[in-house]
């Protein structure tokens, strides 16, 4: 079965510090999504990034990238510069390709988060 | 294009109370879900579907129904609230069925609490 791990609970940077945010997955399906949300003390869920299993390079979206080591089964969050905004909670969360069997796969399923404060 | 619209956007029950929460996207998404977020648990994944007149269970199902009569609309039902329930609940839709790629838009949630 699919799952996902934030080890993190929470964590803290420096403004215009790098930060690094674990995720490790596991998932015997060789054709996966793995996303990172990030959630504002406002509540909605915001989409950041997203790394498929067969990509053969790491994501980037601006000041985002995924460090993505496949052997290892991990997908890392790196936020370079942090900003203040950047505080809030972020989720990685995992997607296996949906099965002919409509009952399988194709679920989003989250790990727990990782709190991040960026301090002044 | 509103997205993804959730309503109420908060709720009080009384336990044994029953509620239907509403959800609709306007982005003709095959594929709809609904998470549960509990503090120091993530979101939690309570039913989805992958099209108009199929639904499946997540992982929490008990205590709630669905159903998807149309694309644009899957309202989530609890038939008798219990304090367990107090929870966030969110709304998200994906394109086509569910492939791996497929990014996940969610509405703004709905803040249920019963008593």
């Known amino acids: 079965a699919q799952k996902i791990t934030q080890t993190q609970p929470g964590m803290f940077v420096q403004e215009k510090e790098a930060v690094t945010l674990d995720c490790t997955y596991d998932?015997?399906?060789?054709?996966?999504?793995l996303f990172w949300y990030k959630q504002p003390s406002s509540g909605e869920m915001i989409f950041l990034i997203y790394?498929?299993?067969?990509?053969?390079q790491n994501a980037t979206e601006g000041r985002y990238s995924l460090n993505f080591q496949k052997a290892r089964k991990s997908a890392n969050l790196v936020i370079s510069a942090s900003q203040l905004g950047d505080s809030a909670m972020y989720f990685c969360?995992?997607?296996?390709?949906?099965?002919?069997?409509?009952?399988?796969?194709?679920?989003?399923?989250f790990g727990q988060g990782t709190e991040l404060s960026v301090k002044p | 294009n509103a997205g993804v619209t959730q309503t109420p956007k908060f709720q009080v029950l009384k336990t044994g109370q029953s509620m239907t929460l509403q959800c609709a996207q306007d982005m003709n998404h095959e594929y709809m879900s609904w998470y549960r977020q509990d503090p120091g648990m993530g979101l939690r994944l309570i039913h989805y579907?992958?099209?108009?007149?199929?639904?499946d269970q997540g992982e929490v199902p008990n205590g709630y129904n669905v159903s998807r009569s149309t694309t644009e609309d899957f309202p989530l039902r609890l038939l008798s609230a219990a304090p367990s329930q107090t929870s966030v609940y969110f709304c998200a839709s994906s394109p086509n069925i569910g492939l791996s790629q497929d990014t996940q838009y969610f509405g703004p949630g709905t803040r249920l609490t019963v008593l």
């Open positions: 969360a995992m997607r296996e390709t949906v099965k002919a069997i409509y009952n399988q796969g194709g679920k989003l399923i």
């Open positions: 579907s992958v099209g108009a007149g199929i639904t």
């Open positions: 790394q498929g299993s067969y990509d053969q």
């Open positions: 998932t015997s399906d060789p054709s996966y999504g």
